[in-house]
């Protein structure tokens, strides 16, 4: 219990600064300021699995699963970076809301920062409930498996098209709830006019943005279920994952047009997943192919993202290149 109290101690420490101290005042957040912290985000999370060894190694957690340290922490790591690449999802339909909504940039972090910390209240009640089903009903995680095929499958044969959130239900229904100015007003979620209180773009941004966290959240829980059920691991990874979030949205938004391929990468790290998930009570995949199977595939997204490049206008450069050397 000391461990997990500790644990949440540690991250609402991390809120509390990122919130008070490093961005007490909105600010645009540049690609330098964002790289820097997108590292150190990193860092922790990275430094956290000797933290998840040590912890494992002297035993101050119950271990059902009787892990060892190694295994433990490996596990851990896994997870975190199952957890961080999906993330890169959530980044481009955060970019859309953003750009909907019109909200300038010095005033984004603030509406993440809310989106962070009710993401991370809405996951660790989905971590508990998904922890539960497969414990007392072990042929959910054929479920979960079979989840996860059907969402890789839907990612690679879906069609792109253009995300509205202004069209969508939440949006709706939230205007239906309490009234709505149009007007930004500052970092303020909420103005007081006329005695009432009034909502603005800022917080229906952050519903919309909360809401589609949740549905992340369907996909992105029984994927690191498919590594390992023990709470804490399952608990901190996502945590962790979900912490460099922010950052990391700063630092690759203005990139992401440029890794087209990546999609891919995500399709097949779901559907590796999916598989060991169907398969858990049958063969075991060693903790290293999991790692193995989620670095080569972003690897492989990366390099032919950049040597074939998709959009218009790097096909456009590309295509005057080939002219320029054949002349």
């Not at 509390?16 to 150190?40: M, P, Q, Y």
């Not at 961080?84 to 909907?100: C, E, H, R």
């Amino acid at each position: 219990m000391i461990i997990w109290i500790s644990f949440i101690v540690l991250v609402s420490i991390f809120l509390c600064l990122d919130l008070f101290v490093f961005n007490r005042n909105a600010h645009v957040i540049d690609t330098k300021e964002a790289s820097k912290f997108t590292a150190l985000w990193v860092g922790i999370a990275l430094a956290f699995t000797a933290a998840v060894y040590f912890i494992y190694d002297h035993g101050y957690l119950n271990n059902p699963d009787d892990l060892t340290a190694s295994n433990a922490a490996l596990k851990y790591l896994t997870g975190y970076l199952i957890e961080l690449s999906l993330s890169i999802d959530n980044i481009f339909v955060i970019a859309v809301i953003f750009k909907s909504f019109s909200i300038d940039q010095k005033y984004q972090h603030r509406v993440l920062f809310w989106g962070i910390v009710g993401a991370l209240v809405f996951r660790a009640l989905m971590i508990l409930f998904g922890i539960t089903l497969i414990n007392k009903v072990s042929w959910t995680t054929y479920i979960f498996g079979a989840f996860l095929l059907y969402t890789a499958f839907k990612m690679l044969t879906s069609k792109e098209e253009e995300f509205d959130p202004k069209t969508s239900k939440i949006y709706k229904f939230s205007r239906k709830l309490f009234p709505v100015t149009d007007r930004i007003e500052g970092q303020q979620l909420f103005i007081k006019k006329m005695g009432k209180r009034i909502a603005t773009p800022l917080f229906l941004a952050l519903v919309v943005i909360e809401l589609t966290d949740v549905l992340f959240a369907l996909d992105s829980i029984p994927a690191i279920l498919a590594i390992t059920a023990d709470p804490f691991i399952v608990f901190s990874s996502n945590i962790l994952a979900i912490m460099g979030l922010r950052s990391m949205y700063f630092f690759l938004s203005n990139l992401l047009d440029k890794f087209q391929y990546i999609h891919y990468s995500l399709v097949a790290i779901l559907a590796f997943v999916g598989v060991k998930m169907i398969l858990v009570h049958h063969f075991h995949f060693p903790e290293w192919i999991s790692l193995a199977v989620i670095f080569t595939s972003l690897l492989i997204g990366a390099l032919f993202s950049i040597y074939y490049p998709t959009t218009k206008e790097e096909k456009k450069e590309q295509e005057k290149t080939l002219n320029t050397e054949k002349k």
